[in-house]
Antibody
Framework: EVQLVESGGGLVQPGGSLRLSCAAS????????MDWVRQAPGRGLEWVAN????????NYVDSVRGRFTISRDNAKSSLYLQMNSLRVEDTAVYYC???????????????WGQGTLVTVSS | IQLTQSPSSLSASVGDRVTITCRAS??????VAWYQQKPGKAPDLLIY???TLQSGVPSRFSGSGSGTDFTLTISSLQPEDFATYYC?????????FGQGTRLEIK
C-alpha cells in the first residue's frame, strides 16, 4: 500500500522558515516524480513544485521560486520542501504527492498524503 | 496556462447526468487530469490523459476533450459524488489547476 506521510508543518512568523518532510513507502520511490501541492483555507489547489526521479529536473510555481527548495533523498524514500522568507499568503495545507501514473510523456499525480498545515502569522 | 472551469458551482439530484467543463487558455493536447475532493480530504485522481479512467474509479465517470476544451461527465449521480471537482493540466511547467466546481445536492 502506498503511504505518504507529511510532517514539519506548524505556526511560523512572516519571514521565517520551515522544512516539510514526506516519508514514502509502499512503492519504489526512486522511480517516480514527486510533487508538492498546497491548498489555502477554503480555496482551490495550487501546484507548488516537482522533482524528477534523479533530482536533475526541478520546477516551481513563480510565487515560490527563489524562496522554496524541493529536494529528495532516494536512499531514505523521502521528499522535502525547504520554505524560506515565508509570507502570510503561504498559509495552506501542503500535500506531498507521488506521480506514478505515466501516459503521453507525463507523470500524473495519483497518490496524495494527508497534508500538513503551515500557518504564517504574527 | 490558465484553466477555467464552469460552472463554479452546481446543484443536482441523485440520478442526474452532470457535465463540468474546463477550458485552457492555450492548447494542452490531452495532458489533463480530473480530481474529486471531499471536505477535509486529499484529492483523488479520477481521470488522466483527458479520458482514461483511473483504476478503481466507477465507470459513471468519464472524460473527453483535447486541445483547449475538456469535459468531465458523471452519468448518474450517486450520493457519494457530491464534492468539489478540479481539472489540471500537465502540458508544461507550471502545472495549474482549474478553480474548482462545487457539486451540491439539490
Amino acid at each position: 500500500e502506498v503511504q505518504l506521510v507529511e510532517s514539519g508543518g506548524g505556526l511560523v512568523q512572516p519571514g521565517g522558515s520551515l522544512r516539510l518532510s514526506c516519508a514514502a513507502s509502499g512503492f519504489i520511490f526512486s522511480n517516480y516524480y514527486m510533487d508538492w501541492v498546497r491548498q489555502a483555507p477554503g480555496r482551490g489547489l495550487e501546484w507548488v513544485a516537482n522533482i524528477r526521479q534523479d533530482g536533475g529536473d526541478i520546477n516551481y510555481v513563480d510565487s515560490v521560486r527563489g524562496r522554496f527548495t524541493i529536494s529528495r533523498d532516494n536512499a531514505k524514500s523521502s521528499l522535502y520542501l525547504q520554505m524560506n522568507s515565508l509570507r502570510v499568503e503561504d498559509t495552506a495545507v501542503y500535500y506531498c504527492i507521488a506521480a506514478t501514473t505515466f501516459m503521453g510523456g507525463r507523470y500524473y499525480l495519483d497518490f496524495w498524503g494527508q497534508g500538513t498545515l503551515v500557518t504564517v502569522s504574527s | 496556462i490558465q484553466l477555467t472551469q464552469s460552472p463554479s458551482s452546481l446543484s443536482a439530484s441523485v440520478g442526474d447526468r452532470v457535465t463540468i467543463t474546463c477550458r485552457a487558455s492555450q492548447g494542452i493536447s490531452s495532458h489533463v487530469a480530473w480530481y474529486q475532493q471531499k471536505p477535509g480530504k486529499a484529492p483523488d485522481l479520477l481521470i488522466y490523459g483527458a479520458s482514461t479512467l483511473q483504476s478503481g474509479v466507477p465507470s459513471r465517470f468519464s472524460g473527453s476533450g483535447s486541445g483547449t476544451d475538456f469535459t468531465l461527465t458523471i452519468s448518474s449521480l450517486q450520493p457519494e459524488d457530491f464534492a468539489t471537482y478540479y481539472c489540471q493540466h500537465l502540458n508544461s511547467s507550471p502545472i495549474t489547476f482549474g478553480q474548482g466546481t462545487r457539486l451540491e445536492i439539490k
